[in-house]
């Protein structure tokens, strides 16, 4: 789908992952994105136990239909909470009540069901995209088993236009793709300006089969997302090792060599290889958002990737 934006919204943060966030601030992130010309947005049933969907769903709703892509999940249905006694889903990371839970459900009624809860949450009529979430965390060969399949025949009664996996580990990306007929792949941390362990397995099937990548998460869960990483910066949403806060930290070093921001160039280098089609971020942060589109259009001379594959960084 080449009418992905190259810049895409992802909607985890407005699902107050790690804190709460207002609907006013919600909405002002994703106007931020919408007019700095964002058209592709993507959300989860997972994040927020729905409240990402709802809130993505309200802002969209305004805008013309064919003017963005969207993509959402399955994989995990939302059914009420039997022990709910007032307690918020911070286990999960999302500061949001837990009178919902998750149950995992890859079987074709479940991943029917799981678009038709998504699309009522989100008040439209349809997804462009559909992405089995995270199967691995639960059952990998009953998720790919069932779940491939299933997604296969939505796309083939033309409920939905492209179907895919989304993940943080590449080797269960290049067992989907070896096993299903998908279209994309969001691959979360595992293409990225510090490490790009997709290319040993993953990105060669995607290129045999003619599947499409979206990298997310390209900040390695923040790492990446200062021009000075902080020893206390996270990674893979938990404490950096110090090896990684250190690498970099060298990357950082050689960037502004060339007067380069290190988020500049971590936003902009997973788009130097043609089968990445978009980059996906997110923030609740509308300044934040502006910030991120000043850096995907921040000029990165090809010097600088070429020292950085010098420095064994990235390939050559």
């Given at each position: ?130 992405y089995l979430h995270d199967p691995d965390v639960y059952d990998l060969d009953r998720g790919l088993r069932e779940g491939l399949p299933a997604l296969a025949k939505l796309r083939d ?96 070093r050689i960037c502004a060599e060339y007067d380069v921001e290190l988020p500049a160039a971590a936003l902009q280098f997973p788009l130097r290889d043609p089968i990445v089609w978009s ?38």
């Amino acid at each position: 789908m080449s009418d992905l934006s190259p810049l895409g919204f992802g909607a985890a943060s407005i699902g107050n992952l790690y804190r709460q966030v207002s609907d006013e601030r919600a909405h002002d992130a994703l106007d931020a994105a919408w007019n700095g010309g964002i058209r592709y947005f993507d959300t989860a049933p997972h994040y927020g136990l729905g409240l990402s969907e709802r809130r993505l769903g309200a802002f969209l709703r305004e805008k013309p239909r064919d003017e963005f892509v969207l993509s959402t999940k399955v994989g995990r249905l939302l059914e009420p909470n039997p022990g709910f006694a007032g307690g918020r889903d911070l286990a999960h990371q999302f500061d949001v009540p837990d009178d919902l839970v998750r149950r995992f459900d890859p079987s074709e009624a479940g991943i029917r069901r799981s678009l038709e809860d998504s699309l009522e949450r989100l008040g439209l009529d349809r997804v462009d995209i559909l992405y089995l979430h995270d199967p691995d965390v639960y059952d990998l060969d009953r998720g790919l088993r069932e779940g491939l399949p299933a997604l296969a025949k939505l796309r083939d009664e033309g409920l939905v236009r492209q179907i895919g996996i989304g993940v943080n580990d590449a080797a269960v990306a290049a067992r989907a793709v070896r096993e299903g007929d998908l279209d994309l792949v969001m691959i979360a941390g595992r293409y990225t300006l510090l490490e790009q362990p997709a290319l040993a397995d993953l990105f060669p099937v995607c290129h045999e089969r003619g599947v499409c990548v979206v990298a997310a998460a390209v900040y390695n869960s923040g790492l990446l997302a200062s021009s000075a990483p902080a020893a206390d910066a996270t990674y893979n949403y938990s404490a950096a090792p110090a090896e990684l806060v250190e690498r970099a930290r060298e990357i950082a070093r050689i960037c502004a060599e060339y007067d380069v921001e290190l988020p500049a160039a971590a936003l902009q280098f997973p788009l130097r290889d043609p089968i990445v089609w978009s980059v996906v971020v997110g923030t609740a942060n509308p300044d934040a958002v502006r910030q991120n589109l000043q850096r995907m259009a921040a000029p990165i001379p090809d010097d600088l990737w070429a020292a950085l594959a010098v420095g064994g960084f990235i390939p050559a």
